[in-house]
Structures are given as C-alpha cells and as structure tokens.
C-alpha cells in the first residue's frame, strides 16, 4: 500500500481515538465499575472497555464497510478489503480502574493477514486521553507525538538502561516473570512497571524508555505501539529474534536490543 495510503488510514484512525478517548474520559467521571473478569479474578474487563470499544468499531464501520476488526473485548469480524483495525478500547484497564493516568486507547491498521507474526503494519495511534498525549506512525512515514518526531534512545548499554516491563493475571504466570526479573533487575539502570503495553513501546518511542520486554500480551496490547516505536528507531521482536508474539516482545534501539535478549536467554527466555 502506498505511503499517502497509509497516511490516509493514519487520519482515520487518528479522528476515531480521539473521539473515543474523549468518550473514555467522559464515561469515566460517571464512575467504573468491573463488569467482569477473564483468566483471573483480577484480569477485569469495565463496561468502559466494552463500550468504546463498540464506539471505535462502529466509527471504523462507518468509513469502512468492508474491513475487518480484532478487538479484545469482542469477537473478531472478518474483513473483505485485506485490510484490519487491530483494537485495544482501553490498554492498561487496571490503571483505568484505579484512576492511574497511564492508560490508552490504542488502534492499529494492518494488513495481509491477522497473525501479528506475519501482518504488515500500516498505520498506528496510542492516545493517553489522560495527558493528552497523541502518539502516532504510519509505515515509513515515522513516529510523532502530538505531531513532533521521535527518536528512540541509542548506544545505551543494559547497565544505563530503564527497561519497562509488566506481568500477568495468572499468580503461576507472574513467578516466572518475577524470576526472570530477579535475573535482569541488578543488570539494568532501573525497571519500570507502568501498566500499559502501548504506553511502555511509545515511551520506548520518545525515549522515556530505554528498552522493554513483556511476555503474554495479545496482539492488540502491542499492534501500535511496536509500529511506533519501529518508526521511531527501534528493533521489534520476540522470540528466537522473530516477531513480537504473545510469547515475548521486545522493542530497544538496535545494540541495546540483542544485549537485553542475552541476558533474557540467559534467565531462560526464549528471545
Ligand atoms: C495490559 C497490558 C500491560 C500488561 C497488563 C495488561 P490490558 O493490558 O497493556 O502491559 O502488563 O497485564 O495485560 O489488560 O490493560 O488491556
């Protein structure tokens, strides 16, 4: 697909997020409650997710009839036009819930096929409806926020590196994140939990973060922010050094990238 393709896929999906974030934000001061919960009594879903993410699919819908939508809090519509809006209505839902400013809508273009391992992306926008804050990228256009480039962080070593990081829902899930942690904290600047995918790879992007490596996000948790920070300088992947999969991801400048997925190996990941 052409660059002003994209560009224009970009636009679209800029004036979408926005409009749901602003429907976020607002439904959010009505007060949140759990509507209900997934893998575990703490994975939570609110009706705030659920209902923008309707919001987002129906603006999408609305310009374009004929693509198809993965989303996390409903089923996956398939598409006739090869091209896929990859959706997560509110990434980082337990700060939402508690009314931490670092959650984001997030929403990816992408095409050729729906596997994240083997789609090409397009166009991508994280928005903090907290902040304020717009982050965006098509393919080859680059990374911006609020319209300005960015730049990912380079030549840092791992000793001077602040690495985000985040954890599952599953007690058995998070000790072994916990363990792996225990291995890569004394090599690192510092770590930082932030609690949300999207935000952690555009920080990762804007250089507010030196690297970060998650192990168990869906597609839609990492689908944006892996394009934006790809745009923006960054190396993308996951394990055995392929694509970002639920199994691992990992954005860093290059350098700083292959040295964190050393020391991942050696704390028994597959990176
Ligand atoms: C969240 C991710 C975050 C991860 C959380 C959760 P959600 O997504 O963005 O990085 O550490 O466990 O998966 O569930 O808020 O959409």
């Given amino acids: 697909m052409s660059e002003d393709a994209s560009a224009a896929l970009l636009d679209l999906a800029r004036r ?20 209900l919960t997934k893998s575990s009594p703490v994975d939570i879903v609110t009706a705030v997710d659920r209902d923008t993410e309707a919001l987002i699919r129906r603006l999408v819908l609305e310009a374009r009839p004929d ?21 997560d209505p509110i990434d980082g839902t337990v700060n939402f819930l508690y009314g931490i400013p670092a959650w984001s809508i997030s929403i990816a273009v992408v095409t050729g096929s729906a596997d994240p391992a083997r789609w090409t992306a397009l166009a991508a926008v994280v928005v903090n409806p907290s902040t304020g804050e717009v982050f965006e990228a098509s393919a080859g256009g680059g990374a911006r926020l609020d319209g300005q480039p960015l730049q990912v962080n380079t030549n840092v070593p791992l000793s001077h590196a602040l690495v985000g990081t985040g954890f599952g829902y599953e007690a058995e899930v998070r000790r072994a994140q916990a363990e792996v942690l225990l291995e890569l904290l004394p090599l690192a600047r510092d770590i930082r939990r932030m609690g949300s995918a999207a935000l952690d790879l555009c920080a990762v992007a804007a250089g507010r973060l030196d690297a970060y490596y998650e192990r168990g ?38 350098g700083l990238y292959e040295e964190l997925a050393g020391a991942l190996r050696r704390a028994g990941v597959d990176a």
């Fill in 16 to 35: 979408i997020a926005l409009e749901a974030a602003e429907f976020a934000i607002e439904a959010r001061r009505g007060g949140v409650s759990v509507a």
């Fill in 217 to 254: 996000l869906n597609a839609w948790d990492h689908a944006a922010g892996a394009l934006i920070a790809q745009e923006a300088g960054a190396r993308v992947g996951g394990p055995g050094g392929g694509a970002a999969t639920f199994d691992l991801a990992i954005a860093a400048a290059p």
């Fill in 67 to 87: 693509d198809g939508i993965i989303g996390e809090e409903d089923e996956t519509r398939i598409g006739t036009s090869g091209v896929d809006w990859v959706i």
